[in-house]
């Protein structure tokens, strides 16, 4: 995806934009955290601390993003505690995706087809989730307390 031009994003209902094309392209590192290397959870605490000043847990409660149940079930607890379940996606939210049966996999939402994420074995990248392999895989969909409007 070098050279192409990503348009920015903002937030429904406020005027915060970002630039998205940084955070595209880097190189899937298990439970990292930064732009040197990313894990799935990962980019998604980015770009909330970087677009919107939030603070996200670690999700530290995995052994690696290959334990499939181990991170099932960090997801749902980190789940319940500052976000609501919705139905539509929108710019900010995070789509929890089925992988192996389990809802493992999670990216953040663009806007309400768009999203990013990282993958073992693959960089930051967008997709859809309208794609063959994301359609059938979304589990939920979640909204931080902090961006609702």
Not at 60 to 81: L, N
């Amino acid at each position: 995806m070098a050279g192409t031009q990503l348009q920015p994003f903002k937030l429904a209902g406020d005027i915060q934009v970002i630039d998205i094309a940084p955070y595209v392209g880097i190189p899937y590192l298990n439970r990292g955290r930064n732009m040197f290397g990313i894990d799935c959870w990962g980019i998604v605490r980015l770009i909330y601390k970087d677009a919107l000043n939030i603070t996200l847990g670690t999700l530290d409660g995995y052994a690696d993003s290959e334990s499939k149940d181990q991170v099932s079930r960090v997801i749902k607890s980190e789940s319940a505690a500052h976000w609501e379940e919705v139905d539509a996606p929108r710019e900010y939210d995070v789509v929890v995706f089925n992988l192996a049966g389990k809802p493992c996999h999670v990216g953040l939402m663009l806007d309400g087809y768009k999203f990013i994420h990282s993958l073992a074995g693959r960089d930051t990248c967008i997709e859809s989730i309208s794609k063959v392999i994301w359609r059938n895989r979304i589990d939920s969909i979640w909204r931080h307390n902090l961006c609702q409007s």
